[in-house]
């Protein structure tokens, strides 16, 4: 926390909104759909991939203020398994701005300590653009700090199947097809994300209601954060927002809220209600 109240300058707003979050209280994971950024060119009268570029800085924010809280991770959906069916020109554009990002980021991810991580079925990624990530990703995976995951040719059903196929791969080898039970656990240390928190708070920009195939075992009891503004328009104060927001929230997971004396009177109250 610190370290964002020293990165923001006297005067600026920002400082109000981060002196207001509770620093007990931060997501351990924050996952973004950055979302908005053909929107956000078509009305500039630009081409798509003006969009796209102007999305790297929101990208540059968010990591960099994740950090600088300390998070366990940060996910953002770069490019989803669907994102195929784009006009070839947008999707070189996306791998064009990946590789600058990656070659420029390199010494922040190395000076905040974070560790990039690659969610996605990578293998059939553009030969050049794989390699630049597992580069990037080998020359931090000694970092200990934030993990940051760039979910790529990613996609939440293919990342189960592929949890499956590695849960069966597994029991192949070790000769323990024939009694093999799968539970949550098997199933969390299979995905991409294994060994990580599960996202507390889901970011969603330009308005959209949806999850589009995101993190879908993941985000069974994240908090939803949707905005209006464009991913392009996302800045540190958006952010800032979603996790006040956040923090208002009463996560139940399931349960009740409160000490077991509120459910207690809850039930009474509940009692009182005669039967449909
Ligand atoms: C969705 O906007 C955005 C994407 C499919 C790509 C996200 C890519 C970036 C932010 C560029 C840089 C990324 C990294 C990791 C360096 P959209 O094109 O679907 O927007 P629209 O819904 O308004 O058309």
């Known amino acids: 926390m610190l370290a964002l109240l020293e990165s923001i300058r006297p005067g600026d707003p920002d400082r109000e909104l981060a002196l207001a979050l509770d620093p007990e209280r931060l997501p351990s994971h924050i996952a973004i759909i950055m979302d908005g950024n053909g929107r956000w060119a078509r009305q500039r009268s630009l081409p798509r991939a003006a969009g796209h570029k102007a999305g790297v800085d929101p990208v540059r924010m968010s990591v960099e203020c994740c950090a600088q809280m300390r998070l366990r991770a940060l996910t953002l959906y ?68 934030m993990n940051l995951n760039l979910a790529i040719n990613y996609g939440g059903r293919a990342e189960l199947v592929d949890a499956f196929n590695r849960i069966l791969d597994r029991a192949r080898l ?12 098997t199933i969390s240390n299979s995905l991409y994300t294994r060994g990580m928190p599960d996202p507390d708070l889901l970011i969603r920009t ?71």
């Open 78 to 145: 770069a490019f989803s398994v669907e994102n195929w069916k784009r006009p070839r020109a947008e999707v070189e554009t996306l791998w064009r701005l990946l590789r600058f990002y990656l070659h420029r980021e390199l010494p922040l991810l190395q000076e905040n300590n974070i560790r990039l991580n690659a969610l996605g079925r990578i293998d059939a990624l553009p030969g050049i653009v794989r390699d630049d990530l597992e580069e990037c990703c080998l020359r931090t995976s000694r970092n200990t700090g």
């Open 174 to 185: 070790d000769g323990t097809l024939g009694r093999l039970t799968i539970d949550e656990e």
């Open 206 to 276: 330009s308005g959209e209601m949806r999850v589009s195939n995101f993190l879908l075992w993941q985000i069974a009891y994240a908090e939803l954060y949707v905005t209006d503004t464009l991913w392009p328009d996302f800045r540190r104060s958006h952010l800032l927002r979603a996790i006040l927001d956040y923090q208002k929230r009463d996560r139940r997971f399931g349960g009740l809220t409160g000490s077991p004396e509120a459910a207690e009177e809850r039930l009474v109250e509940v009692a009182g209600v005669p039967e449909a």
